[in-house]
């Protein structure tokens, strides 16, 4: 079983930023792919952005593009997700996802993720 735990939420103001950190003790987590995804009161889970195993390539919802950033540290076992302009749309609970092999496809469905954290809240007002 692989546990993963999500931190750095919180509330801030449109326009700020925010950095969540997920954490894994798992031993193999350098052969993860690793996802972020959100859910907003009354709404479906969405894909955020997602990390290769290698982190040499990433992946980003058009909603978040160019606002977002995904990185991994191997050392510390952790994904981070870097979070700038931060609009209230943005406002969701926010999850760590981890995909390991044989890897899922697509990349953006949570249906290919076989892990998750348990979520960190982000509220951002307006």
């Known amino acids: 079983q692989v546990q993963l735990i999500e931190s750095g939420g919180g509330l801030v103001q449109a326009g700020g930023s925010l950095r969540l950190s997920c954490a894994t003790s798992a031993r193999t987590f350098s052969n993860y792919v690793m996802g972020w995804f959100r859910q907003a009161p009354g709404k479906e889970r969405e894909f955020v952005a997602r990390i290769s195993w290698t982190g040499g390539n990433t992946y980003y919802a058009d909603s978040v593009k160019g606002r977002f950033t995904i990185s991994r540290n191997y050392a510390k076992k952790t994904v981070d997700l870097q979070m700038n302009m931060l609009k209230p749309e943005d406002t969701a609970v926010y999850y760590c996802?981890?995909?390991?092999?044989?890897?899922?496809?697509?990349?953006?469905?949570?249906?290919?993720?076989?892990?998750w954290g348990q979520g960190t809240q982000v509220t951002v007002s307006s």
């Open positions: 996802a981890a995909d390991i092999p044989p890897y899922g496809s697509p990349p953006y469905s949570s249906t290919s993720y076989d892990y």
